[in-house]
């Protein structure tokens, strides 16, 4: 087997998933009206919200109890900033956007553990998943001294072009709203999360990611990517994440759904795979791994590949919450010393 080089050993993980996306109905323009007016009034709030007859549960009326607003910035392409809100639905947990003229609702499918130990799930068949060569809530410490800018997460995903990806609040809502929920509660408390989502940017959302060997085209939109964030002021550091999120699945790719260089900065996944591809990919990036990975029915936590009958809890497991959390801590500190 061949090891990849840059600066130390990587390993490409491939994933496997294969489950198509199913986008859930947005609320209409009234409904997040009507959402706007109650939660200017302070929080928590509770109130009743009416449900549209295009939502993926059928016209009603939800009881919400909207307790607090995120703080992570969600920047979108046309420039529009996404509003997460958590709380409750119905009694479930739930993550509320405001994006644009949409609001959107998803509700998770199952609760977080209350320990952070797990039994991982038994290891997928060669068919489904691949390895190729090449909660603890206290917040994590920034050892820079005081006055030094704050250590950040920054996700960057650049939408390629033939992806198909235009309504923003659909792939906020399936995607990246509880991920953003997860990752700034539980994963990675204290850690600033940012998420820069770009398309139609020529050299980097039209990059050819159907030829050649898969991690040779992974290094490759890597350096693209770099390319454009120093050309836009940005310096990448081992904190910045960057994805190309594709449409189809290339052949290159051996099957899989998803890819990323495990410890590393670079990740693609595709719109044809589960909900959890993105933070799948992105975990791979942090060090979170296939094995520690949970079945909860009726779902799968987040480094899990599809499992037909199972929904993405859309959580990772205990254990891969901490691999993230000392990823990020190891990460912090290394670079404070640089």
Not at 15 to 42: E, K, M, Q
Not at 110 to 120: E, I, M, N
């Amino acid at each position: 087997m061949q090891n990849l080089t840059r600066n130390n050993t990587l390993a490409l993980s491939v994933c496997l998933l294969s489950a198509a996306w199913h986008p859930p109905a947005l609320a209409l323009s009234a409904t997040a009206t009507a959402f706007d007016r109650h939660v200017a009034i302070g929080l928590p709030q509770a109130f009743a919200l009416p449900r549209q007859a295009d939502d993926e549960h059928g016209p009603g009326i939800d009881q919400v109890v909207i307790e607090e607003r995120l703080k992570t910035d969600v920047a979108y392409p046309d420039g529009s900033h996404a509003t997460t809100y958590i709380g409750k639905a119905n009694g479930q947990d739930a993550v509320f956007t405001r994006l644009g003229e949409a609001l959107s609702v998803s509700v998770l499918d199952a609760p977080r553990a209350t320990v952070a130990t797990s039994h991982a799930v038994p290891p997928v068949p060669e068919a489904d998943d691949a390895i190729l060569p090449t909660s603890m809530r206290p917040a994590l410490a920034d050892p820079r001294p005081a006055g030094t800018p704050q250590a950040e997460l920054h996700f960057w995903i650049f939408l390629h072009d033939q992806a198909g990806e235009s309504n923003y609040a659909k792939f906020h809502n399936w995607y990246i709203a509880w991920w953003v929920y997860d990752m700034e509660q539980t994963v990675t408390p204290g850690v600033p999360v940012k998420i820069t989502i770009k398309d139609h940017l020529p050299g980097v959302t039209d990059f050819d990611y159907r030829e050649g060997r898969a991690e040779d085209s992974l290094l490759s939109f890597r350096n693209a990517a770099d390319s454009y964030l120093y050309r836009m002021g940005f310096s990448p550091s081992s904190l910045t994440k960057v994805m190309l999120f594709v449409g189809a699945r290339p052949g290159n790719w051996g099957g899989a759904y998803g890819m990323a260089l495990i410890r590393d900065t670079v990740a693609m996944a595709s719109g044809t795979g589960p909900r959890h591809g993105v933070a799948h990919e992105f975990g791979h990036t942090m060090d979170a791994r296939h094995e520690h990975a949970q079945t909860r029915f009726p779902c799968v936590t987040n480094m899990s590949a599809y499992t037909i009958g199972l929904s993405s809890c859309r959580i990772y497991s205990g254990e891969n919450d901490l691999k993230i959390r000392e990823y990020v801590r190891q990460t912090i500190e290394r670079e404070s010393d640089h």
